[in-house]
């Protein structure tokens, strides 16, 4: 079936450093999706990319999409101590394919 | 405003003893799903449901139960609760699932279970 794979698993990273997480699809996504899950709390949505080498950007955030749709990457710059979380991308594959979460990559920042 | 709620936050139970953890939107999405979160496993789908009355097996459905009877509600019951159930469970909705529309998932804030 369907696996989404994430890494890295943690990251610690110096306040202030760069941070990129990566996902990849055992088959090609019909669109995938970030989220972010703060210590204590849900996972909460951050962002949809459906189209092959998307690219888009959030203040310090920038994702993309693969040109084959099976792979995404999460990068954020310049860290700061409000990015402390886990990290989780959710491909979808085929029309009514379910959402499959990846792992998660555990971010944590030094001040 | 808008959400998902889950009841109850906690629950500390015994091996058996039949428990139901309610879900409700308010946002009238058709799509509702349940995950489990454990270490190291990330999240992992139970069971979801389409709309009312169409539910369907996730990834991990072995030993739980769910009904939609209505829209807005989506309970995952434990008919015969055993301690490798023990989890933090979410409830999730969206507006729908097909790759062509915005199905961003909602989450409610999670259900914390243990079981003894």
């Known amino acids: 079936g369907q696996q989404v794979m994430q890494i890295p698993q943690y990251q610690h990273v110096q306040e202030g450093e760069d941070f990129t997480t990566y996902c990849n699809s055992s088959?090609?996504?019909?669109?995938i999706q970030w989220y972010k899950q703060r210590p204590g709390g849900h996972p909460v949505f951050l962002i949809q990319?459906?189209?092959?080498?998307e690219v888009k950007k959030q203040k310090r955030l920038t994702f993309q999409f693969g040109e084959a749709k099976k792979n995404s990457s999460l990068h954020i710059t310049a860290t700061q101590t409000t990015d402390v979380g886990t990290y989780f991308c959710?491909?979808?594959?085929?029309?009514?394919?379910?959402?499959?979460f990846g792992k998660g990559t555990k971010l944590s920042v030094k001040p | 405003e808008a959400q998902v709620t889950q009841n109850p936050r906690y629950l500390i139970t015994v091996t058996g003893k039949k428990l139901t953890v309610t879900c409700s939107q308010n946002?009238?999405?058709?799509?509702m799903s349940w995950y489990r979160q454990d270490p190291g496993l990330g999240l992992r789908q139970i069971y979801y449901?389409?709309?009312?009355?169409?539910?369907d097996k996730g990834d991990v459905p072995e030993g739980y139960k769910v009904s939609r009877k209505e829209k807005r509600n989506f309970p995952l019951i434990l008919e015969s609760p055993s301690p490798n159930q023990t989890s933090l469970y979410f409830c999730?909705?969206?507006?729908?699932?097909?790759?062509?529309?915005?199905?961003?998932?909602?989450f409610g804030p999670g259900t914390r279970l243990t079981v003894l």
């Open positions: 999730a909705s969206s507006l729908s699932r097909g790759p062509s529309s915005y199905n961003e998932q909602f």
């Open positions: 088959t090609t996504l019909s669109n």
């Open positions: 990319l459906v189209k092959s080498g």
């Open positions: 959710a491909g979808q594959g085929g029309c009514q394919g379910n959402l499959i």
């Open positions: 946002m009238n999405h058709e799509y």
């Open positions: 449901s389409m709309n009312v009355e169409v539910t």
